[in-house]
């Protein structure tokens, strides 16, 4: 997702499926319901259409979450009680935080594709949060995706090992040859 939604709180983690909600700006009523669809270990993806001067989210939902066990909150938008909402360690991820609060004024739609962030997010995509963002893995890639991040993290370790040893990240990356191929030079 676009770098502009973040952990609320540094250091949290969420990793779960997706249960999706399609709101009107600045409306979270539909927010309520999806944490009553979601089951323990889901995570709320919310599509807020990346407007930050209203909130749609806050300390009373977080709590709930905490409660149903949820496993984390993703918002293109803002929250309020963010002070209530960081000490409680609950994984919230968003784009800002506004004292304005929402209304509850139209009912649209939860566990739907959605965008959020600048991707397609699907019922049941695998979303992954830390302190460096968000991913979303599509549902259906989602084995793949895990076979290739375990085989690219024997890779690092290799590298890192091989760094110990007085390599340098230039001939562990083959970027002599990338630069050569380039034509850059060196004097």
């Not at 962030?117 to 979303?136: L, T």
């Not at 990240?169 to 970027?175: C, M, P």
Request: glycine residues 10%.
């Amino acid at each position: 997702m676009r770098a502009a939604i973040k952990a609320l709180r540094p250091g949290v983690r969420c990793v779960g499926p997706a249960v999706t909600v399609q709101a009107m700006v600045g409306c979270n009523l539909m927010s309520h319901k999806a944490i009553y669809v979601a089951q323990a270990g889901d995570v709320i993806v919310f599509d807020a259409h990346a407007h930050v001067d209203t909130s749609v989210w806050g300390y009373l939902q977080t709590r709930a979450c905490q409660i149903r066990r949820l496993a984390g909150v993703v918002i293109d938008g803002s929250v309020r009680d963010s002070d209530q909402v960081r000490e409680s360690g609950f994984p919230v991820f968003c784009a800002g935080i506004s004292p304005l609060g929402p209304h509850k004024g139209w009912g649209d739609s939860i566990n739907v594709p959605i965008q959020c962030g600048g991707v397609r997010v699907a019922p049941g995509d695998i979303i992954v949060g830390d302190d460096d963002g968000v991913v979303v893995v599509p549902q259906e890639s989602a084995a793949t995706v895990v076979k290739i991040a375990h085989e690219y993290l024997e890779q690092e370790k290799n590298w890192f090992r091989e760094l110990e040893n007085g390599e340098t990240t230039l001939s562990i990356l083959d970027l002599d040859a990338k630069m050569k191929a380039l034509g850059v030079r060196f004097e």
